[in-house]
């Protein structure tokens, strides 16, 4: 009987090609998604759907898009961008870091100013900052945050952004805002409205929908990144995230889908 010797490097490649072949399914069945705080619940719930109708798991990381955009510069290893802006995605396209053409608007979003304090008046051209039981007013960053720059938009047509300097708490993003008002950290919040769609049964106290000629559109845009090019499930998550059903959903979530 005939005995054949197979060489240690022989076999060391054999399997270094199956594990390499195992590591790179494994990755097309994973998609990692960067995207703006407003948008996070949203998505998760959108990921599940996705998962359940592909298999493929959605990797979510949530941030600011500020934040999100210096990391996707830095190399972080995100496939998609939903931001909450148009700005980062159009640097990202322009700077070879997006894939040119891949970029839409999933949403517009729409700005709200809450309180948990039923008896503050928010409806009358903001003259509730002027109230006796004011103290303070949360927004996001506005360097990092559109949600925030729309609201520093808003405070300073309407003329208040100066005098209401020394009473303004600054979120980090628009998630940690909505908890300075939650908290009571704060007395009021300009807050993303489907933040208060996606809360309205466990809050109380006191809301109204910002104009929206009242600040720059907050319109939301997604960009497939450089890293995901030739990758199938990307693609194939965008154009879910397009289609009529899910864009009708993202609408029920308190967003707009035309400016």
Same mark, same amino acid.
């Given at each position: 009987?005939?005995?054949?010797?197979?060489? =240690?490097?022989?076999?060391?490649? *054999?399997?270094?090609?199956?594990?390499?072949? !195992? *590591?790179?399914?494994?990755? $097309?069945?994973?998609?990692?998604? $960067?995207?703006?705080?407003?948008?996070?619940?949203?998505?998760?719930?959108?990921?599940?759907?996705?998962?359940?109708?592909?298999? +493929?798991?959605?990797?979510?990381?949530?941030?600011? %898009?500020?934040?999100?955009?210096?990391?996707?510069?830095?190399? $972080?290893?995100?496939?998609?961008?939903?931001?909450?802006?148009? +700005?980062?995605?159009? @640097?990202?396209?322009?700077?070879?870091?997006?894939?040119?053409?891949?970029?839409?608007? !999933?949403?517009?979003?729409?700005?709200?100013?809450?309180?948990?304090?039923?008896?503050? #008046?928010?409806? /009358? /051209?903001?003259?509730?900052?002027?109230?006796? /039981?004011?103290? !303070?007013? &949360?927004?996001?960053?506005?360097? %990092?945050?559109? !949600?925030?720059?729309?609201?520093?938009?808003?405070?300073?047509?309407?003329?208040?952004?100066?005098?209401?300097?020394?009473?303004? *708490?600054?979120?980090?993003?628009?998630?940690? %805002?909505?908890?300075?008002?939650? %908290?009571? /950290? $704060?007395?009021?919040?300009?807050?993303?409205?489907?933040?208060?769609?996606?809360?309205?049964?466990?809050? =109380?106290?006191?809301?109204?929908?910002?104009? &929206?000629?009242?600040?720059? #559109?907050?319109?939301?845009?997604?960009?497939? @990144?450089?890293?995901?090019?030739?990758?199938?499930?990307?693609?194939?998550?965008?154009?879910? +995230?397009?289609?009529?059903?899910?864009?009708?959903?993202?609408?029920?979530?308190?967003? =707009?889908?035309?400016?």
């Amino acid at each position: 009987m005939k005995r054949f010797k197979i060489q =240690s490097g022989v076999v060391s490649g *054999v399997f270094l090609a199956f594990f390499l072949l !195992y *590591v790179s399914d494994a990755l $097309a069945k994973e998609l990692r998604v $960067a995207v703006a705080s407003n948008f996070l619940m949203p998505l998760k719930e959108l990921s599940r759907q996705f998962k359940e109708s592909t298999g +493929i798991k959605v990797v979510v990381i949530s941030g600011s %898009t500020g934040k999100l955009y210096a990391q996707i510069k830095q190399g $972080a290893p995100f496939d998609i961008l939903l931001a909450a802006d148009s +700005i980062r995605p159009e @640097l990202l396209e322009k700077e070879g870091m997006g894939v040119p053409g891949s970029r839409f608007t !999933y949403a517009v979003g729409r700005l709200a100013l809450w309180s948990v304090d039923s008896t503050l #008046p928010l409806k /009358n /051209n903001l003259q509730v900052l002027n109230h006796k /039981n004011f103290r !303070y007013l &949360a927004i996001a960053n506005p360097k %990092t945050a559109p !949600y925030g720059k729309a609201a520093e938009q808003v405070l300073r047509n309407k003329g208040f952004w100066e005098q209401i300097q020394n009473r303004l *708490v600054r979120g980090e993003n628009i998630s940690q %805002t909505f908890q300075f008002v939650m %908290t009571g /950290n $704060a007395d009021i919040g300009f807050i993303a409205l489907s933040q208060l769609r996606r809360h309205q049964k466990q809050i =109380s106290g006191n809301s109204w929908t910002v104009p &929206a000629d009242w600040h720059d #559109p907050i319109q939301q845009q997604g960009i497939l @990144l450089k890293r995901a090019k030739t990758n199938k499930a990307a693609r194939q998550f965008l154009n879910f +995230i397009k289609s009529n059903r899910i864009q009708k959903q993202i609408e029920s979530y308190g967003y =707009s889908l035309k400016l």
